[in-house]
Each structure stands twice: as C-alpha cells, then as structure tokens.
C-alpha cells in the first residue's frame, strides 16, 4: 500500500515563498513519475508540475512557469515543490501523486496524497 504525505503547506504574503514536500513509502520510488496538482474552491483539480522518474525532464502549467520549481530526491523517496512570487491566486489545496504516465492529466496518476493547504495573502 504506498502512502503520500505532503507537507509545508501554510499562509504567506503575497511575494512569499513556501517550500512543499511530498515523502512517498510503501512502493519502490524510483520508477514512478511524480506530479503536483492544486485545487481551490469551487473550482476542478488542475495540473501545476510534473517531473519524470529519473528527474530529467519537467513540465509546468503555464500559470506558474518560472515561478515554481519541481524537484525529487529518490533517495530520500520524496518530491518537492519550491514555490516563489506567490500570488492570491496560487490559493488551494496542494496535492503530490504519483504515476507511470508523464502527464498533466490527473487521470495517468494513480496514487494521492491528502493534501497541504497553501495561503496566499494579498
């Protein structure tokens, strides 16, 4: 049964920085791709980052490009999100998954975490 917990969520200040990390046990790390979604109220889960298994490769929703920054440490079996220039509308629920498909789809991941609540004040 693998596990995802996510962490670092919390209220910052618009221009602030938050640093989440998602720690995955239970299933071998290294050949899964990991990605990172958000949802704020109201509105659909939508796709932020996603990075390949080897670390290799990443991809960005337009929203956050040169902003965000998806990394994995495969040794210490996590995934991190380094988040700066935060913005009011950067706003939600903050969830890591994990899959075989790199993909902005939520569907090609098969395993979530709960969730981190990520702030962001004007």
């Known amino acids: 049964q693998v596990q995802l917990a996510e962490s670092g969520g919390g209220l910052v200040q618009a221009g602030g920085s938050l640093r989440l990390s998602c720690a995955i046990s239970g299933r071998p790390f290294t050949t899964y791709n990991m990605g990172w979604f958000r949802q704020a109220p109201g509105k659909e889960r939508e796709f932020v980052a996603v990075?390949?298994?080897?670390?290799?490769?990443?991809d960005y929703a337009d929203s956050v490009e040169g902003r965000f920054t998806i990394s994995r440490d495969n040794a210490k079996k996590s995934v991190y999100l380094q988040m700066n220039s935060l913005k009011p509308e950067d706003t939600a629920a903050y969830y890591c998954?994990?899959?075989?498909?790199?993909?902005?789809?939520?569907?090609?991941?098969?395993?979530w975490g709960q969730g981190t609540q990520v702030t962001v004040s004007p």
């Open positions: 990075i390949n298994w080897s670390g290799t490769r990443t």
């Open positions: 998954a994990q899959g075989w498909e790199y993909s902005r789809s939520a569907g090609a991941f098969r395993s």
